[in-house]
C-alpha cells in the first residue's frame, strides 16, 4: 500500500513521535511518505531516532534558509505596507499545496493519514473533490482550537465558530477519525448530527516499540543506591506541570526528607531556562532533551506528570513510564486514567483538577509522600505498570490502522 502521512513539523512531541513509530512498523512492508508542511520544524536527529536504515521519503517544500528568510522578509514587509498582509503565508500555502499534489499524483497514493489540524485542513483542500481515502488521526488539538488555541489563547468559556466551520468540512469528507482517546470526541457536539453519524471513528490507542537505548546509571551522577528518585519526561512547556511538581519536591525536601532526588528530562526552552536558575537544590537535575528518554526512565523509581495541558489526550510520556514498569502519579485528564489501569487497579495515584484547572499541589505532595513512607508501594504499582503497558502493543496498533483504512 502506497500511505502518505501529513504532519505540521516533526519535533520532539507526543503526535510526531507517535507518527515516527507507526511509519517505522509500517515501513517494512508498504511504500510511506511523510510530508512535513513546515520544514523548518523538522528535527533531524529526531527522524534519523526512528527511521534510520528504512526506506521511509520524508519529504517538505523547502526549508528557509537566512537568504530566502530575508528576501522573503523584505518583499513580504514591502507587500504589507501596501495592504497584502499575508503574503509569506500565501506564498508558502501555495507551494505546499502544489508539492502535495504532485506527490499524491507521482506515488499513487492509495491512503492520506492525516495529523494535527492544520494538516487536516490542508489536506481537505487539496482532496476535497477527489475519491482517494483519506483518514484523520486526532492528537488532541481540536478540544484546544475550539476554545481559541493552544497556552495563553485557550479559553474554555470562548467558542471558535470559524473552526466549527472547518472541522464540519473535515469530518464531511474523511473516510475515518481515529481517536486516541475519548477527550477527542467533544468536537462531535459542536458538528451536524448528520457529519456525525455518516463518518467512521474508531478509537486506536498509540502503539510502543522503544528506540535502541542504554541505561544510564546512578554513578553517573552521584546518587546512592538507597536514594529514592522521582522523575518526569515531557515538553519543556509549563503546561506540562513542571513548576507544581518542583514545588512539591522542594516541599518534602524542607519536611526533612533529604534522601530524594528528582530528574527533570525536557528539551531547552526559556521556561525551562528560568525554572533551572530558580530551583537550584543540588538533588534536582534537568538532563536537557533526549530522543531515548527511557534511558533516563529506567533510572528513576517513581514517574511523573502532573499535566494541565488543554490538548492532553495519550501522552507518550505516561506509555513510557508503564513500559519500564514505573510507578506513575499523574493528572486525570485525558485518557490518563485508563492508561494506567489494568482492570480495577491503578499504577500509581491520579492527582485531580482544580476549578482553575491546575494541579491539586497538596495531593501531588501527598502521593510523592507516600513512596517515601512505603518503600512496598513502588513494587506493588511497579507490576501493575506492567500489565495496564499491554494495552500499548505496537502490533495491535498497526492491525487496527490498516483494518480501518481498508473498511475491515
Request: charged fraction near 20%; charge should be neutral.
Amino acid at each position: 500500500m502506497n500511505i502518505l502521512f501529513v504532519i505540521d513539523c516533526l519535533n520532539l512531541g507526543g503526535a510526531q513521535t507517535f507518527l515516527l513509530r507507526l511509519v517505522r512498523a509500517l515501513a517494512p512492508n508498504h511504500n510511506i511518505i511523510i510530508y512535513v508542511l513546515y520544514p523548518n520544524e523538522r528535527d533531524k536527529q529526531l527522524e534519523q531516532s526512528f527511521l534510520n536504515g528504512l526506506n521511509v521519503k520524508i519529504v517538505s517544500v523547502f526549508t528557509y534558509t537566512k537568504i530566502s528568510n530575508w528576501l522573503v522578509g523584505k518583499v513580504g514587509n514591502a507587500l504589507y505596507r501596501l495592504g497584502y498582509k499575508t503574503f509569506r503565508k500565501d506564498i508558502t500555502d501555495r507551494l505546499i499545496v502544489n508539492r502535495l499534489k504532485f506527490i499524491i499524483l507521482s506515488e499513487k497514493i492509495n491512503v492520506i493519514n492525516s495529523h494535527l489540524f492544520a494538516s487536516d485542513w490542508m489536506v481537505f483542500q487539496i482532496i476535497k473533490n477527489t475519491n482517494i481515502r483519506w483518514f484523520v488521526s486526532m492528537h488532541g488539538c481540536y478540544e484546544t482550537f475550539l476554545h481559541g488555541g493552544y497556552y495563553e489563547k485557550f479559553k474554555l468559556d470562548y467558542i471558535d465558530h470559524d473552526f466549527i466551520e472547518k472541522s464540519e468540512c473535515v469530518f464531511k469528507r474523511a473516510n475515518g477519525i481515529i481517536l486516541a482517546s475519548d477527550k477527542n470526541k467533544k468536537i462531535n457536539s459542536y458538528l451536524s448530527q448528520e457529519t456525525v453519524n455518516n463518518v467512521k471513528q474508531k478509537k486506536i490507542y498509540y502503539g510502543f516499540q522503544p528506540n535502541h537505548f542504554v541505561k544510564k546509571e546512578r554513578s553517573e551522577y552521584n546518587i546512592p543506591g538507597d536514594r529514592l528518585i522521582f522523575g518526569m519526561v515531557a515538553r519543556g512547556i509549563k503546561e506540562k506541570g513542571w513548576k507544581f511538581l518542583l514545588n512539591s519536591f522542594m516541599g518534602l525536601i524542607n519536611e526533612g526528607f533529604s534522601n530524594i532526588h528528582l530528574i527533570l528530562v525536557c528539551d531547552r526552552t526559556p521556561y525551562i531556562d528560568g525554572l533551572k536558575e530558580e530551583y537550584t537544590h543540588d538533588n534536582i537535575l534537568f538532563t536537557g532533551p533526549s530522543y531515548s528518554p527511557l534511558e533516563w526512565v529506567h533510572l528513576m523509581d517513581v514517574t511523573i506528570l502532573p499535566t494541565y495541558f488543554s490538548g492532553e489526550s495519550l501522552p507518550n510520556s505516561v506509555i513510557e513510564y508503564l513500559y519500564a514498569n514505573k510507578p506513575v502519579i499523574a493528572c486525570n485528564t485525558g485518557d490518563i486514567s485508563t492508561m494506567v489501569s489494568d482492570q480495577d487497579e491503578k499504577a500509581g495515584f491520579l492527582i485531580p483538577l482544580t476549578e482553575s484547572n491546575r494541579p491539586d499541589q497538596e495531593a501531588l505532595t501527598s502521593a510523592m509522600r507516600a513512596y517515601i513512607l512505603d518503600p512496598n508501594l513502588k513494587i506493588k504499582h511497579g507490576e501493575i505498570a506492567k500489565a495496564a503497558f499491554q494495552k500499548f502493543d505496537m502490533n495491535y496498533c498497526v492491525e487496527s490502522y490498516l483494518n480501518f483504512f481498508q473498511d475491515k
